[in-house]
């Protein structure tokens, strides 16, 4: 539609059918008409009327579901303006990827952008128009459930991952090419730093932290031309995010430029009354109104209260055209005027959703993601020893996590059912662990006794992260180390296989095992790519976007702390009056941005193409990389930086850039960066942001330990 008609078709509309685009409801609300349905009408302020007036509709799925409810909505709305259909599709839609925190362990942003383009066009083709995803959150307490749906604590990776994302669902030409989604950034703004690690708790953060560390990978969601933003659940500056004007307005409107739909949260402008800022839901809506919310999510405070509210405010009636605007150049952008069905294809769908070609790349992505954190020699396993696997999460199909609610894990193989196929029959067998938790001492069992290797699956529960699954201890459950010591005691080898949404305390699990598998929620595929990790099908390569802390006293960590003026170091370490624990490091038990090889590499010859560089210049920075062992490795190869001296305290360290090789055995590879002036800006007291002249230090390493052995000035 071009953008006369759809201005005369906003002047065209009432009060009543304007007020109905900014409410949005769930795909319930549409079934056939039952006592199940009475109560949320009515908490929704919600009649058959306005129910056909809404503009969006969330939870929805399958070809012939949109195409029938949009059929049915279009004859029923007067101006027939098309629904838009959204969905929480965070890691895939049929086919289920690993858990956003082990896609970020991949640091591969063109693979993660190939799992949101498969991502949407499997929805797609079931007629959904938006995917409340990508979640783009910096976060630093593990405490927090939904930290499986982030992509870790550093802002530069975040930023890469979140171009990916957005680029990968939206595509180049999003009206013409059906296989697309629209992307909503969330949760604006820093929903992943809640006190004490608590969901949906109240947010403290510094407004230099705020904008230095939180507010970019936003930004560069918003810059790669995602639609939507979800406004979050927590308060900033002790306002509540959803009728924060300031934050919403000034800083996410103005400041970032971001000119498309903002939606809340589920339920999130009712929350205002709970949160103390709005007396009631008349309020609530006025307030967030007022802030720019152009659509409420499952709260009844527009549906009940904005038509008296704009009726009786010239002010707001402006305000609510805004809003209306912004969702009427949604539908269009999406081409719904013209398509209202969109891409929904109901026979393509069944050769579309869950195909071959997209669990082969769930795969992939899958065996890049698992990290190797310990490996005392004892893997990759090999066939012709015997290997006994047990452990909770052996014979279980509980593999992908939270957030898959299309995922069906009767389609999910066992970790048991993949290294059958594998392993040789002879020399493998599944123990159940349960009996021996039960008292019973199953393993001292013949296979046990006589057994070389142990594989233990152990982990959370997919229950046990996500939204809603904070937890104050992040340790294993107490049957899985009495497990693991109970094992320790035959003096076998044992290797534990993590399946977790989350960073866990280790500390008494390191002394167990001989090997450690960090391998997430691992999705549809994980199963098999943790088989092809354990024998040696594929060398590990995933490194870690979450430092592991030694003890959940740690929490928050993160490996670009601020510069203290009482720095441990180890030339301090006997003196006592310094920034640490007594009874601890401060330093991580696995840092961000590590991970083991069955290969190793060896850096060298750091070297800088200058030791001065201007506001123009490109300084070459380069080291030799050489795999000195007897396998093929991925390597991850990250720049570090510190700026030695700030207008404001500067991080200790900083992952400035980051490249792939892959080497044969004993071959070397140079890898060059190219560093300029506008990667050494930063947020200054005032708030703007630019660099400054003076020392920077450099260094380039397999994770963020990495000393800063080179340095180079900024001259202006």
């Known amino acids: 539609m071009k953008i006369d008609a759809l201005k005369a078709l906003l002047d065209e509309m009432t009060i009543e059918e304007k007020v109905g685009q900014t409410i949005q409801l769930s795909a319930d609300f549409f079934s056939d008409q039952s006592e199940d349905i009475t109560g949320p009408m009515n908490d929704m302020a919600m009649t058959e009327e306005k129910k056909y007036q809404v503009g969006s509709v969330l939870g929805i799925s399958g070809a012939k579901e949109t195409i029938e409810l949009q059929k049915r909505y279009i ?31 991949t640091w591969n942003p063109d693979l993660i952008k190939q799992t949101a383009e498969i991502s949407a066009k499997e929805a797609a083709i079931q007629g959904l128009h938006v995917t409340f995803s990508p979640m783009v959150d910096l976060v630093r307490d593990p405490r927090w459930g939904r930290v499986m749906e982030a992509t870790g604590e550093d802002k530069l990776l975040n930023k890469r991952y979140a171009r990916a994302f957005v680029e990968g669902y939206q595509g180049e030409n999003l009206k013409e090419d059906l296989t697309k989604l629209a992307a909503c950034v969330k949760h604006f703004a820093g929903y992943g730093a809640p006190r004490g690690g608590r969901d949906y708790n109240s947010v403290d953060l510094n407004e230099n932290t705020l904008r230095e560390h939180y507010l970019p990978a936003y930004q560069e969601g918003i810059d790669a031309g995602a639609k939507l933003v979800m406004t979050a659940f927590n308060t900033i500056d002790n306002i509540p995010a959803t009728g924060n004007t300031r934050l919403m307005r000034d800083i996410l409107r103005d400041e970032m430029d971001f000119n498309g739909v903002l939606i809340s949260d589920w339920g999130a402008i009712g929350e205002l009354v709970p949160h103390g800022v709005a007396e009631d839901n008349k309020a609530a809506a006025k307030q967030a109104l007022t802030a720019g919310v152009d659509i409420e999510m499952m709260s009844a405070a527009y549906s009940e209260h904005l038509v008296d509210l ?12 805004e809003s209306v605007w912004n969702i009427l150049k949604l539908k269009n952008d999406l081409g719904l005027f013209e398509q209202p069905y969109r891409g929904a294809d109901e026979a393509a769908e069944k050769e579309t959703v869950f195909s071959n070609e997209n669990k082969q790349v769930a795969l992939t992505v899958a065996e890049q993601s698992i990290v190797l954190l310990e490996n005392n020699g004892v893997l990759p396993l090999k066939k012709d020893t015997k290997l006994v696997l047990t452990g909770p999460l052996s014979q279980s199909t509980d593999l992908l996590g939270a957030w898959s609610w299309k995922g069906d894990r009767e389609q999910t193989a066992t970790l048991a059912e993949a290294m059958a196929k594998i ?34 699956a152990i982990g959370e529960s997919s229950e046990m992260s996500g939204e809603a699954a904070s937890r104050t201890n992040i340790t294993l459950p107490e049957n899985q180390l009495t497990l693991l ?22 500390s008494e699990v390191i002394p167990l095992v001989d090997g450690l598998v960090e391998a997430w929620f691992p999705g549809t595929m994980g199963a098999e790519a943790i088989t092809n990790v354990l024998f040696g099908n ?26 203290t003026g009482r720095p441990m170091t180890e030339e301090k370490r006997s003196e006592k009056y310094l920034s640490r624990y007594l009874d601890a490091e401060n330093t991580a038990l696995y840092p961000f941005g590590f991970g ?36 093929k490795g991925l390597e991850t190869v990250q720049v570090y930086i510190r700026d030695k001296v700030g207008e404001v305290v500067r991080p200790v360290k900083e992952l400035i850039d980051f490249k792939q090789i892959e080497c044969t055995p004993g ?15 930063y947020t200054h007291a005032d708030h703007s942001v630019s660099s400054d002249a003076g020392t920077f230090l450099i260094g380039i390493g397999t994770d963020s330990t990495v000393a800063l052995s080179a340095s180079f000035e900024l001259e202006k």
């Open 75 to 105: 004859e029923e709305s007067r101006l027939n303006i098309p629904l838009l259909f959204m969905a929480d599709i965070i890691h895939g839609d049929h086919t289920i990827f690993p858990i956003p925190l082990g896609l970020g362990a």
């Open 310 to 321: 704009v009726n009786q405010d010239e002010t707001l009636k402006i305000l609510l055209d």
């Open 423 to 456: 392993a040789n029959n002879d020399s493998f067998s599944v123990v159940d662990d349960r009996t021996f938790l039960e008292g019973q001492n199953s393993f001292f069992m013949e296979d046990i006794r006589t057994a070389d290797t142990v594989v233990v």
């Open 485 to 506: 010591k109970e094992l320790k005691k035959l003096n076998k080898q044992v290797v534990a296989v993590l399946i977790n949404g989350r960073p866990l305390d280790l």
């Open 538 to 563: 594929v060398n590990p390569s995933g490194k870690l976007p979450m430092s592991f802390p030694r003890s959940v006293g740690q929490i928050p960590l993160t490996y670009n702390e601020d510069s």
């Open 596 to 631: 083991r090889s069955y290969t190793t590499f060896e850096y060298a010859n750091l070297t800088l193409s200058s030791q001065k560089i201007s506001e123009d210049d490109v300084l070459q920075v380069s080291v030799d990389v050489r795999n000195t062992g007897d396998v």
């Open 667 to 681: 071959e070397s590879r140079t890898v060059t960066f190219e560093i300029t002036e506008k990667q050494l800006r």
